[in-house]
């Protein structure tokens, strides 16, 4: 069965950290990819997306991920952190086009101390 | 643009009875809707996809009798939970697709007592 594995549960970082939370997927077909972010008591937001093309994919708020894959991998990274990132992260994967099920890994929890 | 909506956004109920969510997608049309749910400090579990005239296609494991959806209009798709218990309480979120991204709903949080 297809999988998403995001291997930081949690994460903490102080300001000005740099950050990269792991998300790797199972399956071996076309992908589409995606990085959300829910910050406390708020709903999914969405930080970036991959359908194809430059597999370095820029975001919103100095986000950005890489698609490698070979490694079936779209990490996300971030140079320099604010408190305001302290959030869930959640990498999302659908297949076949794109019009199929979202499946999403477990998040990481990123807390960021000032 | 895509904005996908709610309602109610939390709702206590008492136990045997029956609780109905809505989700409008608000200046799109959306022929497929998914339902999730997310239990506390978990990830989203994909409960079924709403498709707009027909029969919603349940994930493993989630009962299609407890858990009715009905997709009626390309912008509004229900989820009615029935003789909902207190194990049924939890997060419930909506998401609307369009093209190859879905738009997600705020959520609504069911406690039932």
């Known amino acids: 069965a297809q999988s998403v594995s995001q291997h930081n549960h949690h994460v903490i970082l102080s300001e000005a950290a740099s950050l990269e939370l792991g998300c790797n997927y199972s399956?071996?077909?076309?992908?589409?990819l995606f990085w959300y972010v829910q910050y406390p008591g708020q709903h999914l937001q969405l930080l970036l997306k991959?359908?194809?093309?430059?597999?370095l994919v820029k975001g919103i708020k100095g986000f950005e991920a890489e698609f490698i894959k070979s490694k079936f991998s779209f990490n996300l990274r971030k140079p320099s952190v604010q408190w305001s990132d302290t959030a869930e992260y959640f990498c999302?994967?659908?297949?076949?086009?794109?019009?199929?099920?979202?499946?999403f890994g477990a998040g990481t929890r990123l807390a960021v101390h000032p | 643009g895509a904005v996908v909506s709610q309602h109610p956004s939390w709702v206590i109920c008492k136990s045997g009875t029956s609780v109905k969510i809505e989700c409008r997608s608000l200046?799109?049309?959306?022929?497929?809707m998914f339902w999730y749910r997310q239990f506390p400090k978990q990830s989203l579990m994909l409960m079924a996809t709403?498709?707009?005239?027909?029969?919603?296609?349940?994930e493993q494991g989630v009962e299609k009798d407890k858990f009715l959806i009905n997709h009626a209009s390309l912008t509004l798709s229900t989820l009615t939970v029935t003789s909902a218990h207190p194990e049924d309480s939890s997060f419930y979120i909506c998401?609307?697709?369009?093209?190859?991204?879905?738009?997600f709903g705020p959520g609504t949080r069911l406690t039932v007592l």
């Open positions: 999302a994967v659908n297949r076949d086009g794109g019009y199929n099920k979202l499946i």
């Open positions: 399956y071996g077909g076309t992908v589409n």
């Open positions: 998401s609307a697709r369009m093209e190859r991204e879905q738009f």
């Open positions: 709403s498709n707009e005239g027909s029969k919603a296609t349940y």
């Open positions: 200046d799109f049309q959306a022929t497929t």
């Open positions: 991959y359908f194809s093309g430059d597999p």
